[in-house]
């Protein structure tokens, strides 16, 4: 069974890096975070696809992403905005 106490680390994490860019919209905050994580672990979970008219669609799949890892990469990228 999974640590239930990683929702709220989870949510306070977001709650920092997201009152650091306000403007974003959820959705868009999220696909940056998922997007950073992907570059720092060799491309994980990127999606492409080229539409019709030629532009790319790029999308992130973290489904089988363990908490731990994201957690981690929460903290970093956190500690790094601070800095």
Known sequence: MRD???IDEF???INQLWKQ???LRF???IYILQNGYSQVNSGIGKV???EVD???Q???DLFNTE???FLEYLKTRLQNTES
């Open 58 to 60: 790029i999308a992130f």
């Open 67 to 69: 908490d731990d890892s």
């Open 27 to 29: 959705n868009q905050l």
């Open 54 to 56: 030629g532009f790319k």
């Open 48 to 50: 492409e696809s080229e």
């Open 21 to 23: 860019d306000p403007d």
């Open 4 to 6: 239930s106490q990683r």
């Open 11 to 13: 949510i306070e994490l």
